[in-house]
């Protein structure tokens, strides 16, 4: 059975830091891109930040860059999202998401437009306060 599971949300001060986590399983980890995507009240779901397993080749928002940090553990099967100085409009609902990683198609794609994206996680609340 393929699992996303994420973890690390919560409630934080802007300024503050949350490291967020997504544990997979049931499928080869190596194989995929993994990314994270959220969800504000009343917003469409954006991708922020995807990796891909096999090359470490990376992608973020405009919004997050130079703030967010997307990391992967392969022996875990586990990817990170460390989020430093944190704006208020960061709360959002976080998913983390998987898609088979083609080289040619980047992972830029992936967060960009969900292409190819197989398996969702059921997201963890982030909420950052002003």
């Known amino acids: 059975e393929v699992q996303l599971v994420e973890s690390g949300g919560g409630l934080v001060q802007a300024g503050g830091s949350l490291r967020l986590s997504c544990a997979a399983s049931?499928?080869?980890?190596?194989?995929?891109?993994i990314g994270w995507f959220r969800q504000a009240p009343g917003k469409e779901r954006e991708g922020v930040s995807c990796?891909?397993?096999?090359?470490?080749?990376?992608y973020y928002a405009d919004s997050v860059k130079g703030r967010f940090t997307i990391s992967s553990d392969n022996a875990k099967n586990t990817v990170y999202l460390q989020m430093n100085s944190l704006k208020p409009e960061d709360t959002a609902v976080y998913y983390c998401?998987?898609?088979?990683?083609?080289?040619?198609?980047?992972?830029?794609?992936?967060?960009?437009?969900?292409?190819?994206?197989?398996?969702w996680g059921k997201g963890t609340l982030v909420t950052v306060s002003s």
């Open positions: 998401a998987a898609a088979p990683f083609v080289r040619e198609i980047g992972v830029a794609t992936m967060c960009r437009t969900y292409y190819g994206v197989d398996y």
């Open positions: 049931g499928f080869t980890f190596d194989d995929y891109a």
């Open positions: 990796i891909s397993s096999s090359d470490g080749s990376t």
